[in-house]
């Protein structure tokens, strides 16, 4: 099975950069999701991680090491508006083509004036 | 505009009571999902179907039944065996044989108990 590790909780201040890590415990890997989730709302796909390395687009960068089973998102700039819950979700092997994924519990990021 | 469309966005159920939350998307997806989201957890999976006529259950199917009818369309059922209904329900749909195939989601529906 998978084990998705993420912090509960963390806050930053306007215009700071604050990084968001996950660490996941599997029996293969197909791939890293990071999504953005404001309270109520629908989650809305931020990133994609297959191989090492970081990959930047804007604000957010997105960094996978699969032989320490660790990711973290990388949010610059910080604004208001980025105050929300951050999902970490592996793609399961097991399921073939049907490429599930497992999600951690979320980072509920708060940012402050 | 494409997109998953998910009602009612808030649905109250009494004791005993099967309730229906509708999916559909035109995005002419293959693979549609229902996640259950309670406070402070991750997506748990409940079903999954991959095409019409064909679903398979996830982690926390006991208590719920989907249909799929069409493609477009994906709708889950709460039925009265499921003792704790209370979450925020959603929907999601993806299209298969990409690179990422990352999933899209619906606004989701917020189920009570009465």
């Known amino acids: 099975g998978q084990n998705i590790d993420q912090p509960t909780e963390m806050t930053a201040t306007e215009g700071a950069i604050v990084q968001i890590n996950c660490t996941y415990q599997?029996?293969?890997?197909?791939?890293l999701f990071w999504y953005q989730q404001h309270a109520g709302e629908a989650p809305t796909f931020l990133s994609y991680?297959?191989?090492?390395g970081l990959e930047e687009k804007g604000r957010f960068s997105s960094f996978l090491s699969r032989s320490k089973g660790y990711s973290y998102l990388l949010l610059k700039e910080l604004q208001m508006k980025d105050s929300a819950s951050y999902l970490c979700?592996?793609?399961?092997?097991?399921?073939?083509?049907?490429?599930?994924?497992?999600f951690g519990s979320g980072t509920q990021l708060t940012v402050l004036p | 505009d494409g997109g998953i469309t998910q009602s009612p966005k808030y649905l109250f159920r009494k004791e005993g009571q099967n309730v229906t939350l509708s999916c559909e998307q035109n995005?002419?997806?293959?693979?549609m999902y229902w996640y259950r989201q309670d406070p402070g957890q991750g997506l748990r999976l409940i079903y999954y179907?991959?095409?019409?006529?064909?679903?398979q259950k996830g982690d926390i199917a006991e208590g719920y039944s989907v249909s799929r009818e069409k493609k477009e369309s994906f709708p889950l059922t709460v039925t009265s065996a499921q003792k704790n209904p209370t979450a925020f329900y959603l929907c999601?749909?993806?299209?298969?044989?990409?690179?990422?195939?990352?999933?899209?989601f619906g606004s989701g529906t917020q189920l009570s108990v009465l």
């Open positions: 999601a749909s993806r299209m298969t044989g990409t690179t990422n195939e990352k999933l899209f």
């Open positions: 599997t029996s293969g890997f197909n791939g």
């Open positions: 991680n297959v191989l090492d």
């Open positions: 979700a592996v793609r399961d092997p097991r399921s073939g083509s049907a490429r599930q994924l497992t």
């Open positions: 995005l002419n997806h293959d693979a």
């Open positions: 179907s991959q095409i019409v006529n064909d679903f």
